[in-house]
């Protein structure tokens, strides 16, 4: 049972644009959210995080919205940079566990 | 501050054989979890130690193994290995105080089982 799930595999978004990338969960029970990118031969790097009790959070290039009521969250990157192409994993956590539940990654190639 | 180390970086194993992987965590951290990924699978939790004593464990037969030594560093092994079991094996290390943790990872041991 997937309870963390990212439906696009990849996506492409021209360099200085905005890149969005969606997650969904089912476990209500989820209240803490996190995005991680990944580059090839690298482990997971921590990006942005967001507690369950607030709808945006937002760090520099990089935004994540929380919506509670449709169990969704979307990354949002403006502007978009090479160095952004990565595999980009949504992972969530219930309140005082350790354990990561991550999505299967989206792959974004950023277009020169 | 350096970072989680995870040795061997790659190995090649034949099934039936067994591994044991190596995790050193940041200085300081005290939970140590790992993770197996596989293509199409993402990050699958497999278990996750504090002070010596496994905390949490995921869906994972018994043939994964963990275990954790008083200077926090972690070990995990793999008996009896099969072709499925060839992965990338990512530890995780965080500090567990209170309050909403991040977990930072190694760079992982890519397992292939031939």
């Known amino acids: 049972d997937q309870q963390v799930k990212q439906n696009s595999p990849s996506l492409s978004v021209q360099e200085g644009r905005i890149s969005i990338l969606n997650c969904d969960y089912t476990?209500?029970?989820?209240?803490?959210f996190l995005w991680y990118k990944k580059y090839p031969a690298e482990g997971p790097t921590f990006l942005i995080s967001i507690s369950s009790i607030k709808d945006k959070n937002e760090d520099g290039r990089f935004t994540v919205f929380l919506n509670k009521s449709a169990k969704h969250l979307s990354l949002h990157i403006v502007p978009s940079q090479p160095g952004d192409s990565a595999v980009y994993f949504c992972?969530?956590?219930?309140?005082?566990?350790?354990?990561?539940?991550f999505g299967t990654g989206t792959r974004l190639t950023i277009i020169p | 501050k350096a970072g989680v180390t995870q040795t061997p970086r790659y190995l090649i194993k034949t099934r039936g054989q067994q591994v044991t992987l190596s995790c050193s965590p940041i200085?300081?951290?005290?939970?140590v979890s790992w993770y197996q990924q596989t293509p199409g699978q993402g990050l699958q939790f497999l278990f996750e130690?504090?002070?010596?004593?496994?905390?949490n464990k995921g869906n994972f037969p018994g043939r994964f193994s963990g275990r954790q030594f008083s200077n926090s560093r972690s070990e995990m092994n793999v008996s009896t290995l099969e072709l499925g079991d060839s992965a990338l094996y990512l530890c995780?290390?965080?500090?567990?105080?209170?309050?909403?943790?991040?977990?930072?990872f190694g760079a992982g041991s890519r397992l292939t089982v031939l």
């Open positions: 200085s300081g951290h005290r939970s």
């Open positions: 995780a290390s965080s500090s567990d105080i209170a309050g909403a943790n991040v977990l930072t």
């Open positions: 476990n209500s029970m989820f209240d803490y």
């Open positions: 992972a969530a956590r219930n309140f005082g566990n350790e354990k990561l539940t």
């Open positions: 130690y504090f002070s010596e004593t496994q905390r």
